[in-house]
């Protein structure tokens, strides 16, 4: 991609950690996310376990995360589903052109003027 | 050759040297992050972290050349594909006697059933018995056990591929054999969106169809088609045979075990001028 500052708008998802929970004990956003296509939500463990080691899974905290945004469609789904009302989506404006430059839409290179000057040596 | 054969093969393939299957070289430093990483508690943050941040840090994804020179220097953790020969070739050349079969973590994290095709070597075997005492679905297996296993990855249409703990120059060691497909797996979906080339290097074949034999096989509907994940199979309804593009393939052989005619063959990647340093 060239240097320009141009960020392809994309649906965002924000999630309250604190009204989600631990997202493991739950997980609907994820799984209607997936049934829908996208697949854009999972989960992860908020912080690498330290010693002593938890044993099961579900001891370890886990918060929703979500990736490759790009395939978003905005559906909502994911925040119906919530039970905490913990997520909503960041709808991204269009972007404008940066700048607008008239530009003819043909060019026709003529060597004589309507009075028989060349005015092109091809 | 690929610069890891040239450099790490001695000869042969990377992966078919064994001077890389060294368990010591876990310890050293350009491997140990890797290692340490991978056997341990932080093997998630890297992994689904990896995918769940790159949104926020990079949202033009334009972020190649830094995420390739991640994976190799600071995460010291690279994939290539492999066919099911060149795996179960693997299998044998890999150090002591076990394999930890564990789940797949970009299918589990992002709401898939569990799928276990993360077969680990045996030198960290006893660090993730001991750190993630957890993963109580994590299963112990032997040599016999994990030839057994490849060959089912290869029917069930999982694509192979052989991953390092980074590269340096006392080696390039393997460190676990994964299953991979882009409806779900993060690194294929990150080569093939964003061309993170070091996230799944093309294997070192290319799968090449003699046109005759293949006319005597499916004919009508094509079996080989939907088995590639690369979108290199081509069929032609007006020659009713399938050919291969082979500036897509990735060698994984999928192609060739769903074939019922001998029509389809792999061949070296470098036996191609044009593909010398496609990977």
């Known amino acids: 991609m060239s240097e320009s500052e141009y960020i392809t708008p994309r649906y965002q998802i924000s999630v309250d950690e604190e009204a989600c929970g631990n997202a493991i004990d739950c997980l609907k956003c994820v799984k209607i996310c997936l049934d829908h296509g996208p697949n854009v939500l999972g989960y992860m463990n908020k912080e690498a376990p330290e010693a002593p080691y938890p044993e099961k899974l579900e001891e370890i905290d886990h918060k929703i995360i979500s990736a490759f945004m790009i395939n978003c469609d905005g559906c909502k789904k994911c925040i119906e589903s919530c039970p905490h009302q913990a997520l909503s989506l960041i709808v991204p404006e269009p972007q404008k052109p940066r700048a607008l430059i008239p530009q003819d839409a043909s060019v026709v290179l003529c060597g004589k003027l309507a009075d028989g000057t060349e005015v092109l040596q091809l | ?279």
């Open chain 2, 1 to 279: 050759m690929c610069r890891y054969c040239v450099e790490y093969g001695k000869g042969t393939k990377w992966y078919l040297n064994p001077d890389n299957y060294r368990a010591d070289l876990f310890q050293a430093p350009g491997h140990n992050t890797s290692f340490d990483m991978l056997s341990g508690t932080y093997k998630n943050n890297f992994e689904v972290g990896a995918a769940a941040d790159s949104e926020a840090n990079l949202p033009d994804y334009n972020f190649g050349g830094a995420f390739n020179i991640a994976l190799e220097n600071i995460t010291q953790h690279q994939g290539q594909v492999v066919p099911l020969e060149d795996a179960l070739k693997i299998i044998d050349l890999a150090y002591g006697d076990r394999f930890i079969l564990m789940h797949c973590a970009c299918r589990r994290y992002f709401g898939h059933k569990d799928v276990y095709s993360c077969l680990f070597f045996d030198p960290v075997v006893d660090r993730v018995l001991e750190q993630r005492p957890w993963e109580t679905d994590s299963r112990v297996i032997s040599r016999e056990e994990a030839r057994e296993f490849e060959m089912e990855m290869d029917r069930l249409g999982l694509v192979h591929s052989i991953w390092d703990a980074g590269v340096d120059t006392d080696g390039k060691p393997p460190i676990v054999m994964c299953h991979c497909l882009e409806t779900d797996c993060m690194p294929t979906r990150i080569r093939a969106h964003f061309g993170i080339v070091n996230a799944q290097r093309k294997g070192e074949y290319v799968a090449v169809i003699d046109r005759k034999q293949c006319a005597e096989g499916c004919i009508k509907m094509p079996v080989c088609l939907p088995r590639c994940p690369f979108g290199a199979m081509r069929y032609s309804p007006l020659d009713q045979v399938a050919s291969v593009n082979i500036s897509r393939c990735f060698g994984c052989g999928l192609c060739r075990s769903a074939c019922p005619t001998t029509a389809i063959k792999l061949m070296d990647r470098i036996t191609y001028p044009t593909l010398v340093d496609v990977w």
